[in-house]
């Protein structure tokens, strides 16, 4: 991740907090440079930053100060395919139930 910390530090709270595996890379890649254009075309009033991007009960969750409508309908799209998305490898995936905790695998990683 430190890759999208140098590419996207505008956006990015400087102790920005990942905390996903890495098949969701592709995911929040897409969905920082969407943020990124929206963010340089001037369209927000005052401060924003995203300042956590974690995994929370199978899905993607990302957390930011001064979003938009915009914004949240990008994160929530990313949100939202994150649950059929194998969090280690990428792989098409579903959320499981395992050991109390949900999270979205593969057959491979179930």
């Keep these: 991740m ?5 590419k996207y530090e505008d956006i990015l709270a400087h102790d920005c907090i990942f905390a996903v595996g890495s098949g969701w890379h592709f995911l929040i890649k897409n969905l920082l440079r969407t943020i990124d254009c929206y963010v340089a075309r001037g369209p927000l009033d005052g401060v924003f930053e995203i300042v956590q991007i974690k995994e929370k009960f199978g899905g ?3 957390y930011t100060i001064g979003s938009d409508e915009y914004i949240q309908g990008a994160i929530g799209m990313a949100e939202c395919m994150s649950n059929n998305v194998c969090e280690v490898c990428g792989a098409p995936g579903q959320n499981i139930i395992k050991t109390n905790w949900i999270k979205t695998r593969c057959e ?3």
């Design 108 to 110: 491979s990683h179930v």
């Design 2 to 6: 430190n890759d999208l910390r140098e």
């Design 60 to 62: 993607l969750r990302v």
